[in-house]
């Protein structure tokens, strides 16, 4: 689900520099590296924000700690590249950055954040309670996430809030 994020970020930031005041300015990549550099910092500090924020997800604590710190890092390359007229060599800078940023957030943040998102387990409790004729429902929008995951063989009925009392009375 990061991944169309990290294009937006990456139009945003290019637009950024076409700027007049950005792409003749002593900082061009500021705005950028001052963004990664708040994410990086937040990912170095998150053991002790996991501590101060109790609502932040347990897969959290399972990031590595290295990961900020290759945030800042990028974050520094960025703000170091010198100020080049040269637009095209900006925008090439910005695209190896975001690269390095995703190969990062694929290696140390997905694999912490997939155990939370697994349907699997879910899915196969739904296939079982189908097995045994027991009615199932959504509520509200559901776009068939367990249907393949949990080879369900009948559709869930989906509901809005205000039919809930209803269903179960059936």
Same mark, same amino acid.
């Given at each position: 689900?990061?991944? &169309?994020?990290? +294009?937006?970020?990456?139009? @945003? ?5 076409? $700027? ?5 300015? $002593?900082? &061009? ?8 550099? +708040?994410?990086?910092?937040?990912? @170095? ?8 924020? &109790? %609502?932040? =997800? #347990? ?5 590595? &700690?290295? *990961? ?10 960025? @703000?170091?590249? =010198?100020?080049? %007229? #040269?637009? !095209? ?5 910005? !695209? ?8 990062? *957030? ?11 998102? #697994?349907? $699997? ?8 309670? /189908?097995?045994? #004729? *027991?009615?199932? +429902?959504?509520?509200? %929008?559901?776009?068939? /996430? ?7 063989? %009948? =559709?869930? *009925? ?13």
């Amino acid at each position: 689900y990061l991944l &169309p994020l990290f +294009a937006a970020f990456a139009l @945003l930031a290019s637009h950024n520099l076409l $700027r007049p005041p950005l792409a003749t300015g $002593r900082w &061009p990549m500021l705005p950028v590296s001052v963004s990664v550099a +708040a994410v990086g910092s937040a990912l @170095l500090a998150l053991p002790a924000l996991m501590a101060r924020f &109790p %609502k932040l =997800p #347990d897969w959290a604590a399972d990031i590595p &700690p290295l *990961t900020g710190a290759a945030f800042v890092l990028v974050a520094l390359a960025l @703000l170091v590249i =010198p100020n080049s %007229k #040269d637009i !095209s060599f900006r925008v090439q800078a910005l !695209s190896l950055a975001m690269a390095v940023l995703m190969v990062v *957030t694929h290696a140390a943040i997905v694999p912490a954040a997939a155990p939370a998102n #697994d349907l $699997r387990p879910i899915g196969r409790y739904l296939h079982a309670l /189908q097995a045994q #004729d *027991t009615p199932l +429902a959504h509520l509200n %929008k559901y776009h068939g /996430q367990f249907h393949f995951i949990g080879r369900l063989e %009948k =559709p869930l *009925t989906v509901i809005r809030v205000d039919e809930i009392d209803a269903w179960f009375v059936r």
